[in-house]
């Protein structure tokens, strides 16, 4: 009997009867609104009706009548301030029960809010809530003011969006002088883009080397992402230092002065970054974790000068969640386009660009020369035809799921890079299994300096050849 469905049926029977406890409710609530009433005034009218008695005895006692102007005033007053407490006492009452009637016929009338006003009732809540406390603390909920970037077919916001905010929020509540130099994130849930997300950062500690900052992201009331940040004061390390790093590889940058409709076509609707590939190490391998695969990204046009430093670590934050988890399939030779309706799709729109929706991609399908029109078109072609071909069905790999589920950035020389620089970056994955996989990830600024490592982890299944099984 303590089912939801039984406790739904009990609620309405109570419902059906209420006369009899509505009775017994509204005597009690009588008799204890006069009592607490009472309690308030009766003190002054026992002492006003003691004086008016007073005044009675003495006048039927000592045969006074008829009595005198001293004794008419005396009753006159005392009856006039009985009468006055009692009508304070049923004033109170009566006050009291038309609040509670107030609040009845409020809670009957309310109107469910949507999920955008609940939003900024909550926004307006925490900013009241924090008018009553420390500055210091009232400035620690910040907001995005712009909608966030959310890919074409993902699930929610891109990941490095949050990481970035967050990031951004930290910072704000830390001393100049001190800089980030460990980042571990979890992914709770998919981000909307068309709600603003709040961002809570806590003050854990201030230390005088060492300052630690927790930031979670809440949109509808719940946590979508969660960090725990470290800064570190600058040159708290001594003069005596241990020092090594791990050299860039040899690697040749895009030439800016020349147009490559390749890169163009590969970076149109990617977001505000820009990326370029420079090639897989151990391509042929027979094993996944001894290729590495790299590229060189930067943030498109120039970042403001007015953001200082802080804009470029978060730009660099933002990148790093870029073709991350990817790696996985990547190493497994896994194309982004596995299967025959992707594939189909594709070879449609090389053929018929101005179909596309995406303007920028449309036109950088057109610039296409005819010789990388025809290299591509086989290429996709050849992979169409293996797709398809039933020899190569339990062979043929596709990715049915690809979600981050935690990340971890260690910023190793937060000042010697500029984000709207190239950065090259290098990516393997040490492991993959149980429906998981690992990645880590080395990235140099442009002078070759190490600036930051990562590592990710995240959901990673294959599409299988069963037929889907029933839910019930």
Not at 283 to 311: F, L, V, Y
Not at 447 to 461: H, N, P
Request: with cysteine.
């Amino acid at each position: 009997m303590d089912s939801p469905q039984y406790q739904e049926l009990g609620l309405v029977s109570q419902e059906q009867q209420p006369i009899d406890q509505e009775t017994v409710r509204a005597t009690w609530k009588f008799l204890a609104g006069l009592s607490s009433n009472l309690t308030l005034v009766g003190p002054c009218l026992f002492s006003n009706l003691l004086g008016l008695l007073n005044v009675v005895l003495n006048i039927i006692c000592r045969k006074l009548l008829p009595i005198g102007r001293l004794e008419t005033v005396g009753m006159v007053l005392a009856s006039i301030f009985a009468v006055l407490y009692a009508l304070c006492a049923l004033w109170a009452y009566g006050r009291d029960i038309a609040d509670e009637i107030r609040v009845d016929d409020a809670d009957r009338t309310m109107i469910p809010l949507t999920e955008e006003e609940m939003q900024r009732q909550q926004l307006l809540r925490l900013l009241q809530e924090n008018q009553g406390k420390k500055k210091s603390s009232a400035k620690d909920v910040f907001t995005n003011t712009r909608p966030l970037w959310h890919p074409p077919g993902a699930r929610g916001i891109y990941g490095g969006a949050a990481i970035a905010q967050s990031l951004a929020a930290a910072m704000r509540t830390v001393p100049s002088e001190f800089a980030v130099h460990s980042m571990h994130c979890y992914f709770v849930l998919a981000g909307d883009s068309e709600i603003p997300i709040l961002y809570h950062v806590e003050r854990v500690r201030d230390g005088r080397s060492f300052i630690t900052r927790t930031v979670q992201a809440r949109q509808r009331g719940r946590p979508i992402f969660t960090t725990t940040l470290s800064f570190s004061r600058a040159n708290s390390g001594g003069k005596k230092k241990l020092e090594h790093a791990t050299s860039m590889p040899d690697v040749t940058l895009p030439d800016d002065s020349s147009a490559d409709v390749k890169r163009r076509l590969y970076n149109a609707g990617g977001g505000p970054f820009e990326s370029h590939k420079l090639g897989t190490v151990n391509r042929d391998s027979s094993k996944p974790e001894d290729k590495r695969i790299r590229r060189c990204m930067r943030a498109r046009g120039n970042i403001s000068e007015a953001g200082g430093h802080h804009a470029h670590l978060s730009a660099l934050a933002y990148v790093t969640d870029s073709y991350f988890i990817g790696t996985v399939s990547r190493v497994h030779d896994i194309p982004r386009f596995a299967s025959p309706a992707e594939l189909k799709a594709v070879l449609n729109a090389l053929k018929n660009p101005s179909d596309l929706d995406d303007d920028e991609i449309s036109r950088a399908f057109k610039e296409l020369k005819e010789e990388e029109a025809a290299e591509l078109r086989r290429q996709l072609e050849g992979a169409l035809s293996k797709a398809e071909d039933p020899k190569n069905k339990h062979k043929h790999k596709e990715v049915g799921m690809m979600v981050s589920l935690d990340h971890s950035i260690y910023f190793h020389n937060p000042w010697a890079f500029r984000a709207d620089e190239w950065m090259v970056t290098e990516m393997e994955s040490p492991w993959a299994g149980e429906g998981r996989g690992l990645v880590l990830q080395n990235i140099w600024s442009k002078d070759g300096t190490l600036i930051a490592t990562c590592t990710q982890e995240g959901v990673v299944r294959l599409k299988q050849d069963e037929p889907p099984r029933s839910k019930i």
